[in-house]
Nanobody, 115 residues
Framework: QVQLVESGGGLVQPGGSLRLSCAAS????????MGWYRQAPGKQREFVAG???????HYTDSVKGRFTISRDNAENTAFLQMNNLKPEDTAVYYC?????????WGQGTQVTVSS
């Protein structure tokens, strides 16, 4: 089993920045993908960004150019740097990790963008 612990959410003004972290522990395999989904009130959960163990990255169109995902394989941790945040980025952000055909989820962290 894999446990994911997220950190870094909070309240920020429009145009501000936040950095999310997601640390994995437990049974760790070297081939994996990690990333984030988000869910705003009344909306379905949507993909935000993902990264593979090889370093390939993917983003949803609405965050391209503003968000950057990275990972530290030695620390089993992924990061999401979010810049130029907009009110529509407000949501609970959930970290995930896929390995060996199994997906694990973090507890979620609230990101609120408001003046």
């Amino acid at each position: 089993q894999v446990q994911l612990v997220e950190s870094g959410g909070g309240l920020v003004q429009p145009g501000g920045s936040l950095r999310l972290s997601c640390a994995a522990s437990g049974t760790i395999f070297s081939i994996y993908s990690m990333g984030w989904y988000r869910q705003a009130p009344g909306k379905q959960r949507e993909f935000v960004a993902g990264i593979t163990s090889g370093g390939s990255t993917h983003y949803t169109d609405s965050v391209k150019g503003r968000f950057t995902i990275s990972r530290d394989n030695a620390e089993n941790t992924a990061f999401l740097q979010m810049n130029n945040l907009k009110p529509e980025d407000t949501a609970v952000y959930y970290c995930y990790r896929n390995q060996e055909g199994t997906t694990s989820w973090g507890q979620g962290t609230q990101v609120t963008v408001s003046s």
